[in-house]
């Protein structure tokens, strides 16, 4: 399905800066790849040399650029990107049509609550029983929908997702393939024989509304009571959730992060790749974790923090400063104490 560039700046709420209304596109792409027929975006300033080369058929740009290439139609947004997804969506709404439906090789227990004609059900997805799916939830091939499970409206859970048993998703919730929600926390106990023993996981997990969570992502029931993702939060690939963690609204947490039991994180926090937060520990809102940073101890909102022990950023730069130059100062004190017992300082 094509589009005019008026449509397209009806779609992006952008202004038609070069080009004809009629012209039309009927795909999108990179800048460096597009064709007369797509549409690309410039979002960050590094590939303003693929900008001035494309051949695309129209760039969504950002106001105030200093130079343009000849013969393209430019369509000025105040966030490219943002605005470039609109048309992503609208491309792939119309090339994969959603048609629900049971697949018949899906398993479905009669006591489970579901439309048959608002919801699809993929090829060998199995549905417990008395687990109950939103109208407009897509469930993809082989995924595990548990015993008392509710999956919410408009959900999308691509291959082998598996919700365990009572766990909850709310509406508009997007799961990667792999991904686990309501495994088992990780408790385990020294028993008077010398062997550890699991303790029982008894609790959910509950997942708000507009949630993404990534490939082979895992969130842990809780030990009693709640593991909860707040409204709008987006999970990365490959990142664990532990027992009873409770994360905000609109978090951030990025690849093979770890999150360990009865943590609490506030609103608005970002947590980035590979960050390790131990066990119960408060996060204030709009904290900002920087990448490997190992949190051992409370950290107040509204500071960016790095390190490990993760500490505030401009002390954590210095403490880091520091260690760097640890050779050179090993060096100097071993020269002064050289110097010290009347000996030649060394020259190495």
Same mark, same amino acid.
């Given at each position: 399905m094509k589009l005019t560039l008026a449509a397209v700046q009806e779609l992006t709420g952008g202004k038609l800066l070069i080009g004809t209304p009629e012209s039309e596109i009927s795909g999108v792409s990179t800048l460096s790849e597009a064709g007369s027929d797509d549409a690309a975006f410039l979002g960050n300033e590094k590939y303003f040399h693929d900008f001035l080369a494309t051949r695309a058929?129209?760039?969504?740009?950002?106001?105030?650029?200093?130079?343009?290439? #000849?013969?393209? $139609?430019?369509? #000025?947004? !105040?966030?490219?990107?943002?605005?470039?997804?609109?048309?992503?969506?609208?491309?792939?709404?119309?090339? %994969?049509? *959603?048609?629900?439906?049971?697949?018949?090789?899906?398993?479905?227990d009669p006591s489970a609550k579901? =439309?048959?004609? $608002?919801?699809?059900?993929?090829?060998?997805?199995?549905i417990e029983a008395g687990a109950c799916i939103g109208s407009g939830s897509d469930i993809g091939p082989g995924c595990v929908i548990g015993a008392s499970a509710v999956v919410g409206e408009c959900c999308k859970l691509h291959a082998r997702v598996v919700v365990r048993e009572r766990c909850r998703l709310g509406s508009h919730v997007v799961v990667q393939p792999g991904a686990v929600i309501g495994s088992d926390g990780f408790g385990f106990l020294m028993g008077a024989n010398g062997c550890y023993e699991g303790i029982d996981q008894v609790g959910i997990v509950e997942i708000g509304d507009h949630v993404d969570i990534g490939a082979n992502t895992t969130i842990d029931r809780a030990r009693f009571g709640r593991t909860v993702i707040g409204e709008g939060?987006?999970? =990365?690939?490959?990142? /664990?959730?532990?027992?009873?963690?409770?994360?905000?609204?609109?978090?951030?947490?990025? $690849?093979?992060?770890?999150?360990?039991?009865?943590? /609490?994180?506030?609103?608005?926090? %970002?947590?980035?790749?590979?960050?390790?937060?131990?066990?119960?520990?408060?996060?204030? =809102?709009?904290?900002?974790?920087? $990448?490997? !940073?190992?949190?051992? %101890?409370?950290? #107040?909102?509204?500071?960016?923090? *790095?390190?490990t022990p993760a500490s505030e950023f401009m002390?954590?730069?210095? /403490?880091?400063a520091c260690i760097r130059r640890l050779p050179e100062l090993v060096k100097d004190v071993r020269d002064l104490k050289k110097a010290a017992e009347g000996q030649n300082p060394s020259k190495s």
């Open positions: 058929g129209v760039v969504l740009v950002p106001p105030g650029l200093p130079q343009y290439p #000849e013969g393209i $139609a430019l369509i #000025e947004v !105040a966030n490219p990107s943002l605005a470039f997804n609109a048309l992503v969506k609208h491309f792939m709404s119309v090339s %994969t049509a *959603w048609i629900p439906g049971i697949h018949p090789s899906a398993v479905v579901l =439309d048959a004609s $608002a919801v699809r059900i993929g090829a060998g997805a199995v939060t987006k999970i =990365d690939n490959l990142v /664990q959730i532990g027992h009873n963690v409770a994360i905000g609204r609109h978090c951030i947490l990025v $690849a093979q992060s770890g999150v360990a039991g009865s943590t /609490q994180i506030g609103d608005y926090v %970002t947590v980035a790749a590979q960050v390790g937060i131990a066990g119960h520990l408060k996060v204030g =809102d709009k904290a900002t974790i920087a $990448a490997q !940073a190992g949190v051992i %101890t409370h950290l #107040e909102g509204g500071k960016v923090y *790095w390190g002390q954590a730069k210095k /403490q880091y």
